[in-house]
C-alpha cells in the first residue's frame, strides 16, 4: 500500500498568501489556520441565517387604525377600543370567539399580544374590536393603556383557531358547559357569551371567573346580562374583604367543591387564563371522563 506524506513544501495555499508570511510555517501552523479561518467562516454563516431567518419571519401585515376609546375597567384593567371600519379585510377576518391579533405602538418594537373581546358581530356591524387590557408595567399593553382617543395603533392580522363551539352542539348533546376564566382571561370568554352558544337550551352553564378582589373583576356591569342568556355567574375572589360572602380561593377549588354531578359525556368546557389553573382542571376533567375534544382553548 503506497503512503502519502504531507510537510509544509509539499502544500500550496494560496488564497492564504494575504494573510500568512512568505516564510514556511510548520504544518500544526497551517491547521490552526485554517481551523480559525473554519470557525470564522461558521460564525458568519450562523448570522447570516439568523438574519435570514427573521427576515422570513417578519412576514406580518401591519394596518394602522385609531382609538376610539380608552377607560378604566378595573383595577389594573382598562377597556380599549378601536376602529378598524376603514380596514374591512381586517375586521371581517374576525370569526370566531377567542380569536386575538398583535398590537404595536409607534417606536416601540416589540408588540403585544391581545384577545379580542368583543363578539365577531361587532366587528362585522361596526367596524370595531374592543378588548380587554391589563397595564402590565413596562409592557407595551402598560404604554397602550396611557393613550387616548384619536391615537393611532397597529394591528396585524387576526389569528389563532379561537375556540371551537362546534365541539359542543347539537346542546342537546352538550347539556352541562362549564367555563373556568381568571383575570384579564375574561376577555375572550365575554366574546363567547355574547356571540351566543345556545346557552339557554341546556340545562347547566356556569362561569367560574376569578380574581384578587372585587376592585380587580372586569365586566361586573356585564353579568346581568350575560345571565340572562343562561349562563350562571360564579365570582371567585382570592383575596377578598371581610364582607365578601361568596366563593374564596381560586376557581379550580370552587369547582371541586360544588360537588356537582355531571355526565363526562354531554360535558363542555372552556378555559382561559393562568397556566396552572387550566393544566389543574383539565387534568381533573379528564379523570372524570370528560373528553379531551371538549375541553376548550383558544391557544
Known sequence: MSSLTLSSSSLSFPHLASHVPHSHLPPMAIIRHLNLRHLNLRHHRRRFASVAAAVRQDTTVWTQAPLTRVEPAAESLFHVTIDVSDSPDLSISFTRPGQYLQLRLPDVEKPSFLAIASPPSLSASKGEFEFLVKGVPGSTAELLCRLRGGDVVELSQVMGKGFDIDQLSPPEECQTVIIFATGSGISPIRSVIESGFSANKRSDVRLYYGARNLQRMAYQDRFKEWESTGVKIVPVLSQ????????????????????????????????????????????????IGVSREKILKNF
Open 240 to 287: 377578598p374583604d371581610d364582607k365578601w360572602r361568596g366563593e374564596r380561593g381560586y376557581v379550580q377549588n370552587a369547582f371541586a367543591r360544588a360537588k356537582q354531578t355531571y355526565n363526562p359525556l354531554s360535558t363542555g368546557v372552556l378555559l382561559c387564563g393562568q397556566k396552572q389553573m387550566t393544566e389543574e382542571v383539565t387534568s381533573v376533567l379528564l379523570a
